[in-house]
């Protein structure tokens, strides 16, 4: 899914909670590095499943500027597919600094200007594309081609 807002996504979600009696929601910045990083099974990889962007990424280098359908490149150690370069993702938190104690699964600021969008996208330089690359620019109604999402299934 692209181009569409964080406002968007939550309409999206709130309406497939309800049809589904289920709970998704956007990942939070922790969440979303996590599983792009390869979880428990991290190989400590620069890109969500290799140190090579073209292994597992579209970027500007070899993205004939679109997007592409999902999965025609290399997974990550947790199967996931796409989590750097395609399209940026938006996460759940708001743009804030990091903290400086240690914390488990931290939670992003609890308020803001601007959401977190993580991954990279097709019409970026692949060091945008990197696991630990933040994305600020993420006004809620923003809408962009380069601009999407994934849920999170909570158990």
Known sequence: MENVSWDECQQFINKIN???????RLPTEAEWEFAARGGKASKG????????????AWHSGNSNNTTHKVGTKNANELGIYDMCGNVWEWCQDWFGDYSSSAQTNPKGASSGTDHLNRGGAWCHEPK???????????????KVDNLGFRLVLEP
């Open 45 to 56: 990889y620069n890109f969500a499943g290799s140190n090579n962007a073209d292994a597992v």
């Open 18 to 24: 309800q049809l589904t009696g289920k709970k998704f």
């Open 128 to 142: 945008f594309a990197t696991v630990f690359y933040r994305g600020t620019s993420g006004k809620p109604d923003r």
